[in-house]
T-cell receptor, first 112, second 116 residues
Framework: AQKVTQAQTEISVVEKEDVTLDCVYE???????LFWYKQPPSGELVFLIR????DEQNEISGRYSWNFQKSTSSFNFTITASQVVDSAVYFC?????????WGAGTKLIIKP | DTEVTQTPKHLVMGMTNKKSLKCEQH?????MYWYKQKAKKPPELMFV???????INESVPSRFSPECPNSSLLNLHLHALQPEDSALYLC???????????????FGPGTRLTVL
């Protein structure tokens, strides 16, 4: 069965703190893709990153970084020096052929 | 142009009305999607079009009728909706379907639908 679990329903931190959003997935496929999307209050889903199952290198993009570990089936997302504009719902998703299997989402609140 | 546009942004309709949602992309993508998203939930896939043909219908009620007039345009026709159909309707496109390498989906801003 394909499944994505985001155990953190809501996280609240003060601006400039670092925060990590967890994502654990289940799949029997050997080739798969993992994604993170951001959904601000405006509603649009913004693509953040795609990672394929053969590439376990961590990725850094500005204040964002991702830690992919196949051994624990996790694909965690860290924001360093958080800012108020980072407040949003963040979804982790697993690509299964033609469709995305979504986690429940984590609502991130950054307080000024 | 790397965006997906959706109109209208907001729509309020009665249960006897007929309305349509429109989605457009000019990225040359050959796959287009409709999703429904209820508050505090992830998007739920409704339909997938591949090369202008309906390839996936996730058991969506017939009061939702998709249409793909050309490769850039996707419509969702609404008729006799129920209040529980109130949600954010998201359109997305990707280069192709079934090839994960190209399955990065670009989402539009959504249409917030309220059914009275």
């Amino acid at each position: 069965a394909q499944k994505v679990t985001q155990a953190q329903t809501e996280i609240s931190v003060v601006e400039k703190e670092d925060v990590t959003l967890d994502c654990v997935y289940e799949t029997r496929d050997t080739t798969y893709y993992l994604f993170w999307y951001k959904q601000p209050p405006s509603g649009e889903l913004v693509f953040l990153i795609r990672r394929n199952s053969f590439d376990e290198q961590n990725e850094i993009s500005g204040r964002y970084s991702w830690n992919f570990q196949k051994s624990t089936s996790s694909f965690n997302f860290t924001i360093t020096a958080s800012q108020v504009v980072d407040s949003a719902v963040y979804f982790c998703a697993l690509d299964s052929n033609y469709q995305l299997i979504w986690g429940a989402g984590t609502k991130l609140i950054i307080k000024p | 142009d790397t965006e997906v546009t959706q109109t209208p942004k907001h729509l309020v309709m009665g249960m006897t009305n007929k309305k349509s949602l429109k989605c457009e992309q000019h990225m040359g993508h050959r796959a287009m999607y409709w999703y429904k998203q209820k508050a505090k939930k992830p998007p739920e896939l409704m339909f997938v079009y591949s090369y202008e043909k309906l390839s996936i219908n996730e058991s969506v009620p017939s009061r939702f009728s998709p249409e793909c007039p050309n490769s850039s345009l996707l419509n969702l026709h609404l008729h006799a909706l129920q209040p529980e159909d109130s949600a954010l309707y998201l359109c997305a496109s990707s280069q192709a379907v079934g090839t994960a390498d190209y399955n990065e989906q670009f989402f539009g801003p959504g249409t917030r639908l309220t059914v009275l």
